[in-house]
């Protein structure tokens, strides 16, 4: 099985800071990449960044220049630096994992896979009042 856990949310003022972690465990052999999605009241979830594992990121428009997308490999955590934080941002934020457990891995004669897991995060609130 395998499960992501998420910390680091709370509430701030505008222009505050604030640092999520996401850390998938279990029975994984590979972690392709991981993401953080948020949902705001009345809205759909949308994407905030996505890393893979050979460190490419991407970011919504709308967090370019203020948050930052980091991980750490060894651990599987993945981490959002969120700074110049609006109200705009308030939202609960959602971790997700793609990526290869032990169980689907076929070792003979060569390495491969033929499913791919994606999980998701329980969400963690950000609230950031004007």
């Known amino acids: 099985q395998v499960e992501l856990v998420e910390s680091g949310g709370g509430s701030v003022q505008t222009g505050g800071s604030l640092t999520l972690s996401c850390t998938a465990s279990?029975?994984?052999?590979?972690?392709?990449?991981m993401s953080w999605y948020r949902q705001a009241p009345g809205k759909e979830r949308e994407l905030v960044s996505s890393i893979t594992n050979d460190g490419t990121t991407t970011y919504a428009n709308s967090v370019k220049g203020r948050f930052t997308i980091s991980q750490d490999i060894a651990t599987n955590t993945m981490y959002l630096e969120m700074s110049s934080l609006e109200p705009e941002d308030t939202a609960t934020y959602y971790c997700a994992a793609d990526g290869v457990q032990i169980k689907d891995i076929q070792w003979k004669p060569n390495i491969r896979w033929e499913s791919i897991f994606l999980r998701w995060g329980q969400g963690t609130r950000v609230t950031v009042s004007s």
């Open positions: 279990g029975t994984i052999f590979l972690v392709c990449g």
